[in-house]
Nanobody, 120 residues
């Protein structure tokens, strides 16, 4: 059973910082792309950033220059450093990973989500 467990959300003032973490557990062959998505109330879930196993990154325009995604392949983890947070960053943040099972098949997994609230 593959699980993604997120941590690091919370309440922060505008201009503040938070760091989200997501760790994968279970039995599988490898983790391919890992990423962070977010969903604000009344809106669709959107990509925030993702990163390949080799370290190639991709960011939403709205977070470029403020957020940094990174991963630790040994620890099977992905991180999102969020700086200069704005009220419009308020959302539930989800970790997503594309994982190759021991069978060779690829599956997509989601974490349970962590709330990020930016408010004074």
């Amino acid at each position: 059973q593959v699980q993604l467990v997120e941590s690091g959300g919370g309440l922060v003032q505008p201009g503040g910082s938070l760091r989200l973490s997501c760790a994968a557990s279970g039995r599988f062959s490898s983790i391919n792309v890992m990423g962070w998505y977010r969903q604000a109330p009344g809106k669709q879930r959107e990509l925030v950033a993702d990163i390949t196993r080799g370290g190639q990154t991709n960011y939403a325009e709205s977070v470029k220059g403020r957020f940094t995604i990174s991963r630790d392949n040994v620890k099977k983890s992905v991180f999102l450093q969020m700086n200069s947070l704005k009220p419009e960053d308020t959302a539930v943040y989800y970790c997503k990973a594309t994982i190759t099972a021991v069978t060779g098949l690829m599956f997509t997994y989601w974490g349970q989500g962590t709330q990020v609230t930016v408010s004074s």
